[in-house]
């Protein structure tokens, strides 16, 4: 609903991303450094106004189930108390891809990022971007995915483990050449069905 949203989810990130117990909001403040138990390993995200796209490896056994229950548990909490409702935020159980080829993984961390034009250039669907500057530029103004730490440029880097991926990506000039070449090319765009 407003910015205070978004930046509580991206704390949620992180705060519930630990086999520990998860302290009350408030207590977390207060609370004494001790050694976080990651359950995930988060590679990407991109938050939109009404759903999320995370890229994860588990870090423990049942990381990946452990970590969305108290992500999706947590944060609706949150939501509800704030504006008085109650009652389930998502729509059903979340939706999980395994991957199974290491080309879907390295194209996965694009498509995350680039879910965030579907708000302002839905063509990049069909690769049919015409202006890839204006498309580069509202991605680099999009604050809410990992888009930017991938770039080099801080935004949320404690959330993301991008050392394996960046390998991949290369340089930032080599990263956004092919973001390029997704958005304006109709048999490299249409995101996650390029995945069956």
């Known amino acids: 609903m407003d910015e205070e ?18 302290l009350n909001y408030i ?16 590679h990407a995200f991109c938050l939109m106004p009404n759903h999320y796209h995370l890229l994860l490896s588990p870090a423990v056994e049942n990381g990946m189930p452990q970590f969305m229950k108290k992500l999706n548990m947590g944060y609706t909490k949150y939501f509800n108390k704030k504006y008085d409702r109650s009652g389930a935020l998502w729509q059903g159980k979340y939706n999980k891809k395994l991957i199974k080829r290491d080309a879907h993984f390295l ?22 971007v015409r202006n890839v500057a204006k498309a580069l530029k509202t991605l680099r103004e999009y604050r809410w995915s990992s888009h930017l730490d991938y770039l080099g440029e801080k935004n949320f880097p404690s959330i993301t483990e991008r050392e394996f991926i960046a390998q991949t990506i290369g340089t930032r000039a080599r990263y956004e050449r092919e973001i390029s070449h997704i958005i304006t090319r109709s048999e490299l765009a249409g995101g996650s069905n390029n995945l069956e």
């Open 27 to 42: 207590l977390q403040k207060r609370q004494v450094e001790r050694p976080r138990e990651l359950l995930v390993h988060i």
């Open 5 to 22: 949203d978004y930046v509580r989810f991206v704390h949620d990130l992180f705060v519930f991303n630990d086999k520990n117990a998860t």
């Open 107 to 128: 194209y996965i961390p694009y498509y995350i990022h680039l879910n965030a034009l579907d708000l302002s250039r839905p063509e990049w669907r069909k690769g049919e």
